[in-house]
């Protein structure tokens, strides 16, 4: 533990008292902190020590899941939600859009049955939120309505599919 103090904590603890907007951890398991799960889907790690103790209120972002210490050990569905509860705000995922819509899907239909996990992507999109209204000027949201409808109205199948044919 002493040497995770001393040489991995560092650079985060320096983001977070000079209040850098974004980080992004590394899916790699540090046994001092959490023996079964790699920073980027450990609560005890992002939210106890990143968010609890280092006060970290910016938005954190994954590396991408498609990283193989993640798709090796981790389902899709199971990482994507471990990440989500551990308190990363974005999922990176670069290489498959089906698998991103997928997984998009789940975490949807997971957040409207688990009020713990609605509450996490409410706060990620808060943080998310602040970041664009601190950067884009002009940004004034969506209100909830308007998204809603938004989304009700897209075809995720056929645009990803469009998007995929196009690549």
Request: glycine share 4%; with cysteine; charged share 30%.
């Amino acid at each position: 533990m002493a040497g995770l103090r001393a040489v991995e904590l560092p650079p985060f603890v320096q983001a977070c008292r000079n209040q850098i907007e974004t980080l992004m951890p590394a899916h790699v398991l540090y046994r001092a902190l959490d023996s079964e799960l790699p920073a980027t889907l450990s609560a005890k790690i992002m939210t106890e020590l990143l968010r609890g103790e280092l006060g970290y209120d910016g938005v954190v972002f994954s590396d991408a899941m498609e990283m193989k210490a993640i798709s090796d050990n981790y389902g899709e569905e199971e990482a994507a939600a471990l990440c989500a509860r551990a308190g990363i705000d974005v999922l990176l995922y670069s290489h498959h859009l089906p698998r991103v819509m997928h997984v998009l899907e789940f975490l949807v239909a997971r957040a409207e049955r688990d009020l713990a996990l609605r509450d996490r992507v409410e706060e990620s999109y808060e943080r998310i939120l602040k970041l664009k209204r601190q950067y884009l000027k002009s940004f004034t949201g969506v209100r909830e309505e308007e998204l809603v409808q938004r989304l009700s109205r897209l075809d995720h199948k056929r645009v990803a599919d469009e998007i995929h044919g196009s690549l």
